[in-house]
């Protein structure tokens, strides 16, 4: 996972408290805590992030 190219979100702002990281992988999308780039990474295959995404641009989430 040192090879991939990490973005952060664009939702995050500048020196917003709330920021992740983003990588595509192969097989998977990694997600990430900018402010613990080494405590854990959550992998997710990219048809269920796909889905995550249709979800939420469709505001289909409950709060």
Not at 22 to 33: K, M, P, S
Not at 45 to 56: C, D, G, I, N
């Amino acid at each position: 996972m040192n090879s991939m190219i990490w973005r952060k979100s664009s939702r995050s702002g500048s020196g917003a408290s709330n920021c992740v990281e983003l990588a595509i992988g192969e097989a998977a999308t990694y997600i990430r805590d900018t402010k613990d780039r080494d405590g854990g990474t959550l992998r997710v295959k990219h048809p269920s992030w796909t889905a995550f995404l249709a979800t939420v641009k469709a505001g289909r989430l409950d709060r």
